[in-house]
């Protein structure tokens, strides 16, 4: 692993305390409903396998087994300290059907085509190596099986785009210091996101690691995108 994947594994391992609190009060309380929709894109039927990747405290992993109550997930991260703050959650709500890991989501350790889809929310924007991390999604899914990626992404309306840069740029850090004690953090979301692509040509980067059918939806008023492709 580099340096700069150690440090954002350090950082999230700092904020776990106020993870979850910190998510609800960014999003005005709207990210379990966002995730709620990036789950019900997996369209499962059964008892499927999935992977829940950069799982942080299991939010995902959590909405993924409510939509599909046949469904099993691995809920994968990098932290171990976040981790157990999902095993925590688990244990907490009676859930039998999750399996916690430790593991790079730009390294992989499942074979070729393991799992019938797999999620993932705030994962891709935090990678080192975007192409990277999009083939090894696509590589541990079978093919036809769909691959989910929810993440932050640049407001288009040209006046919301600077009321949100306000908001992203300098509030979010002030209430990351007061709230999880930790601005240096909260810095770190908004520069990440001047670094990641726009929803369009996230939509073609993903078309070039090999994925099928790939669309995307915009959510909290185009600040939040879910992108659907195929392995
Ligand atoms: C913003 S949190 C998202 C957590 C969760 N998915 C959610 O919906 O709240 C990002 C997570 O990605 C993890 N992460 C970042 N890069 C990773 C990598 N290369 N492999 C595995 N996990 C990674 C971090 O440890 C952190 O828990």
Not at 109 to 122: L, R
Not at 193 to 203: D, V
Request: hydrophobic share 45%.
């Amino acid at each position: 692993m580099n340096e700069q994947s150690k440090r954002v594994q350090a950082m999230f391992s700092r904020i776990t305390r106020r993870y979850d609190l910190m998510n609800r009060v960014m999003t005005g309380g709207r990210d379990q409903a966002w995730r709620r929709i990036a789950a019900r894109e997996l369209a499962l039927k059964g008892n499927e396998l999935i992977l829940d990747l950069a799982t942080g405290t299991g939010d995902l992993a959590f909405a993924v087994r409510a939509a599909y109550p046949g469904a099993r997930v691995v809920a994968m991260d990098f932290s171990e300290t976040i981790l157990r703050e999902g095993v925590r959650k688990a244990r907490l709500r009676g859930e039998p059907n999750i399996v916690w890991g430790v593991g790079d989501a730009l390294a992989l350790p499942f074979a070729d085509a393991t799992f019938d889809g797999c999620t993932n929310a705030f994962l891709i924007r935090n990678v080192v190596d975007l192409p990277l991390c999009l083939r090894e999604m696509r590589r541990v899914v079978k093919p036809g099986g769909r691959i989910v990626c929810m993440e932050i992404t640049h407001p288009q309306t040209p006046i919301f785009k600077q009321a949100f840069a306000l908001y992203f740029y300098k509030l979010v850090p002030i209430i990351g210091g007061i709230i999880a004690g930790d601005p240096q953090a909260y810095s770190y979301l908004p520069n990440s996101l001047t670094r990641f692509p726009p929803a369009e040509p996230l939509k073609r980067i993903m078309q070039e690691a090999g994925y099928r059918n790939v669309r995307y939806r915009l959510l909290g008023m185009g600040t939040m995108a879910i992108h659907i492709g195929e392995a």
